[in-house]
């Protein structure tokens, strides 16, 4: 059985950071690539990034140059680092293992002075 935990949401100033942590279990996690997704309410859900196995990211145009993905296998873990964060980024933001179509809980982001 897949399970995903988010953590490291929170409430941010706009121009602040946050990093989001995803802990994996269930999966062989060195093989598998990772995704972040977010839903802002009324609005569809929006790949956010994306990093392969091979430790290769893809990011959502609107968060290029801002966000950075990236992994720890031994930790089992794939991080969302945030920064320059912007009142649209609000969502709840959720990790994702494509391969099994497995989701976490999410955890909320929300920027606002």
């Known amino acids: 059985q897949v399970q995903l935990v988010e953590s490291g949401g929170g409430l941010v100033q706009p121009g602040g950071s946050l990093r989001l942590s995803c802990v994996v279990s269930?999966?062989?996690?060195?093989?598998?690539?990772m995704d972040w997704y977010r839903q802002a309410p009324g609005k569809q859900r929006e790949l956010v990034a994306t990093i392969t196995n091979t430790d290769s990211p893809i990011y959502g145009d609107s968060v290029k140059g801002r966000f950075t993905i990236s992994r720890d296998n031994a930790k089992n873990t794939v991080y969302l680092q945030m920064n320059s964060l912007k009142p649209e980024d609000t969502a709840v933001y959720y990790c994702?293992?494509?391969?099994?179509?497995?989701w976490g809980q999410g955890t909320q982001v929300t920027v606002s002075s």
């Open positions: 994702h293992v494509p391969a099994r179509d497995a």
């Open positions: 269930g999966i062989a996690f060195y093989y598998a690539a």
